[in-house]
């Protein structure tokens, strides 16, 4: 197996140096640490990173600005973030440039490896799945839609892309909203189902031949059903 390449940026370095023995003793894996966001970016540079933990907050950088940055530069891989103890939740004002999930601090170091291994697990079957869609090839490795009679190649945000990928892997499934949220934008991210219900109107825009009667992506009592 491959090792995976892991990036923790804090601060605190009592809890770096703590995380960086617990989580190295993980088989492949490979532990970097940084202490800035600008270390960070360095490093990002250097090799390939496959995901990163990030402070929320950090002595040069916002935490969420820094996440920000990281997907301006299309830095993809997943990305967690520890929370304080005393953050509250928030409604993210750029839900594209979110992290992957929010993880609150004090936390179970068991927790934390279960959902490294989800992100990089997911990851993987990003990368290398196709999905038929109506009409379409689903490529969420490279979040597009391919429409192979008109050779036309549809765009997806990350979170349209998430969605649909969540929605491809149980199709015919009504699958709730609160379950679809979770699994799209983590847990304690404070995101509503508004968002949700935001990005699912944008998605019919573009897959369905009329959106206001939606035959891929319908809404049932409680949820969504992905029709492939």
């Known amino acids: ?25 993980q088989k492949d894996w490979v532990l970097t640490a940084s202490e800035t966001g600008e270390i960070a970016l360095t490093k990002l540079k250097e090799g390939q990173i ?15 600005e820094l996440c920000y940055r990281l997907r301006r530069e299309k830095i993809e891989a997943p990305i ?7 953050t509250k939740p928030h409604v993210p004002s ?9 993880i609150a ?23 290398d799945a196709i999905y038929s869609l109506g009409r379409y090839k689903f490529y969420p490795g490279t979040k597009s ?3 192979p009679i008109e050779n036309k190649t549809i765009r997806l945000t990350e979170k349209e892309a998430s ?6 892997q149980a199709p015919n499934t009504l699958v709730e909203r609160a379950k679809l949220l979770n699994e799209v934008w983590g847990y304690n991210s404070g995101v509503t189902t508004h968002t949700l219900e935001t990005h699912v109107y944008r998605l019919r ?19 969504y059903r992905l029709i492939p």
């Open 1 to 25: 197996m491959v090792a995976k390449n892991i990036l923790l940026v804090e601060d605190d370095g009592l809890l770096r140096d703590t995380l960086i023995d617990l989580l190295g003793l």
């Open 94 to 102: 750029n839900t594209e440039a979110e992290p992957n999930e929010y």
């Open 163 to 168: 969605i649909l990928k969540y929605l491809s």
């Open 50 to 64: 496959d995901l990163l933990i990030i402070e929320e907050f950090l002595p040069d950088i916002d935490g969420r």
């Open 105 to 127: 601090k004090p936390f179970r170091l068991g927790l934390l490896i279960e959902r490294i291994q989800f992100h990089l697990r997911k990851r993987e079957r990003d990368e």
């Open 205 to 223: 825009q573009k897959i369905e031949l009329d959106p206001s009667d939606a035959k891929i992506l319908v809404t049932e009592s409680g949820g």
């Open 145 to 147: 839609l391919l429409e």
């Open 80 to 86: 967690l973030m520890l929370l304080s103890a005393e």
